[in-house]
């Protein structure tokens, strides 16, 4: 598989779901109709088959492999969503007397925190809600008795990411959902990663949860059986019926990353895309990013326009040329760029030169 299709048809930045690399697009749908010459669809096979129970191994080895995982991890396909683990995560590892701290970066964080104060005594030990979350907060307290410390690595809203993870010996558990398999992670700080996979790693309705297993069996609340991590863990992702096209979709991504070098290949990739657009948004007169610039996401790049009312051309401009997706979210405004793994750099260089073209004819 090679990284770039030559056979792109649109410009894909949307937030998620989002772009998928082009040869797995293409062998998900050879499943479809005829998965591994059974005669018969991927969809309509047992997970308990020899076929399914073969990609459920190999996605969760792809997953150890890509992240250097030990024993000591579990990894787990679930459903419900990023947001069902905002919850999970908090009443499987949170006793009821526990306290936790989170880092507030976004609309994503507001929400885990929430969800987390059903469970145990939750500090915000930090947060840019005063900016509308422009930033990541850097230089607070974090209290040695936490149980965990939360995090949200990428905040796809506002496009900002954390450049280096807290220094702490807390365990940090923290949403990945859109910039997992993005770049290569000091693993053994992770107590927990939880992410949607359809940002950054699938299509939506597969969550990846990766936990250490030290970090469970520390609550003695009673906890549903589909809730509780280690039903997931004792089954290997099979107690119930997986999201099983989801996952084996998930697993062609990893292969493919794996056979594009892995995760640092991944990441210089994204540096050089990301590069290239944030040049051309400090450059350009019309345009200005929103983040400030040491906090600046790699996955999703946000910025607005001087003046507000070319915003709709620019927007008519970019579709002209195949750039769909970039409208930006609206409790940030302007425009969003997402350059997941999947992102060519040829689709950047196509914005990049729509909002040179566009200043030309405007500035
Ligand atoms: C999209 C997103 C979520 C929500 O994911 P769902 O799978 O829709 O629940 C949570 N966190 C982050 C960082 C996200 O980008």
Same mark, same amino acid.
């Given at each position: 598989?090679?990284?770039?299709?030559?056979?792109?048809?649109?410009?894909?930045?949307?937030?998620?779901?989002?772009?998928?690399?082009?040869?797995?697009?293409?062998?998900?749908?050879?499943?479809?109709?005829?998965?591994?010459?059974?005669?018969?669809?991927?969809?309509?096979?047992?997970?308990?088959?020899?076929?399914?129970?073969?990609?459920?191994?190999?996605?969760?080895?792809?997953?150890?492999?890509?992240?250097?995982?030990?024993?000591?991890?579990?990894?787990?396909?679930?459903?419900?969503?990023?947001?069902?683990?905002?919850?999970?995560?908090?009443?499987?590892?949170?006793?009821?007397?526990?306290?936790?701290?989170?880092?507030?970066?976004?609309?994503?964080?507001?929400?885990?925190?929430?969800?987390?104060?059903?469970?145990?005594?939750?500090?915000?030990?930090?947060?840019?809600?005063?900016?509308?979350?422009?930033?990541?907060?850097?230089?607070?307290?974090?209290?040695?008795?936490?149980?965990?410390?939360?995090?949200?690595?990428?905040?796809?809203?506002?496009?900002?990411?954390?450049?280096?993870?807290?220094?702490?010996?807390?365990?940090?558990?923290?949403?990945?959902?859109?910039?997992?398999?993005?770049?290569?992670?000091?693993?053994?700080?992770?107590?927990?990663?939880? /992410?949607?996979?359809? +940002? @950054?790693?699938?299509? !939506?309705?597969?969550?990846?949860?990766? #936990?250490?297993?030290?970090? &469970?069996? %520390?609550?003695?609340?009673?906890?549903?059986?589909?809730?509780?991590?280690?039903?997931?863990?004792?089954?290997?992702?099979?107690?119930?019926?997986?999201?099983?096209?989801?996952?084996?979709?998930?697993?062609?991504?990893?292969?493919?990353?794996?056979?594009?070098?892995?995760?640092? /290949?991944?990441?210089? +990739? @994204?540096?050089?895309? !990301?590069?290239?657009?944030?040049?051309? #948004?400090?450059?350009?007169? &019309?345009? %200005?990013?929103?983040?400030?610039?040491?906090?600046?996401?790699?996955?999703?790049?946000?910025?607005?326009?001087?003046?507000?009312?070319?915003?709709?051309?620019?927007?008519?401009?970019?579709?002209?040329?195949?750039?769909?997706?970039?409208?930006?979210?609206?409790?940030?405004?302007?425009?969003?760029?997402?350059?997941?793994?999947?992102?060519?750099?040829?689709?950047?260089?196509?914005?990049?030169?729509?909002?040179?073209?566009?200043?030309?004819?405007?500035?």
């Amino acid at each position: 598989m090679e990284f770039v299709s030559k056979k792109i048809k649109k410009h894909n930045f949307f937030a998620g779901p989002a772009i998928l690399p082009a040869p797995v697009l293409e062998e998900a749908a050879r499943a479809i109709q005829d998965f591994e010459g059974m005669g018969l669809s991927i969809l309509e096979i047992s997970h308990r088959s020899k076929q399914f129970e073969s990609v459920m191994n190999e996605a969760e080895e792809l997953t150890r492999s890509l992240l250097g995982l030990t024993d000591d991890y579990a990894v787990l396909f679930l459903t419900g969503g990023a947001s069902s683990q905002f919850y999970m995560s908090a009443m499987n590892l949170l006793p009821q007397d526990g306290k936790a701290g989170y880092v507030n970066t976004g609309a994503w964080s507001t929400k885990a925190i929430k969800e987390a104060k059903l469970f145990g005594q939750i500090s915000e030990v930090a947060s840019s809600v005063d900016t509308n979350f422009n930033y990541i907060p850097k230089g607070y307290d974090i209290d040695e008795d936490f149980t965990f410390l939360h995090v949200t690595s990428n905040n796809t809203i506002f496009g900002t990411q954390f450049q280096s993870f807290p220094e702490t010996n807390v365990p940090l558990v923290c949403d990945m959902s859109s910039d997992i398999f993005s770049r290569p992670l000091d693993i053994n700080r992770f107590g927990m990663i939880y /992410a949607g996979a359809q +940002k @950054n790693l699938g299509p !939506a309705g597969v969550t990846l949860v990766i #936990i250490r297993k030290d970090m &469970l069996g %520390k609550v003695d609340r009673a906890i549903p059986t589909m809730l509780d991590y280690n039903t997931h863990i004792k089954k290997q992702s099979a107690f119930n019926t997986p999201p099983a096209y989801p996952i084996y979709v998930s697993m062609l991504t990893m292969r493919w990353l794996k056979a594009n070098g892995g995760l640092s /290949a991944m990441e210089a +990739k @994204n540096k050089e895309k !990301a590069a290239l657009l944030y040049k051309e #948004i400090d450059e350009n007169p &019309l345009f %200005k990013g929103t983040a400030a610039k040491e906090d600046r996401s790699l996955m999703n790049v946000t910025f607005v326009m001087n003046q507000e009312a070319l915003q709709d051309d620019f927007m008519k401009a970019c579709e002209a040329e195949g750039c769909v997706g970039v409208k930006g979210h609206r409790s940030v405004g302007g425009f969003r760029a997402s350059i997941y793994n999947a992102m060519p750099i040829e689709s950047v260089e196509v914005l990049v030169q729509v909002m040179r073209r566009f200043a030309e004819q405007h500035a």
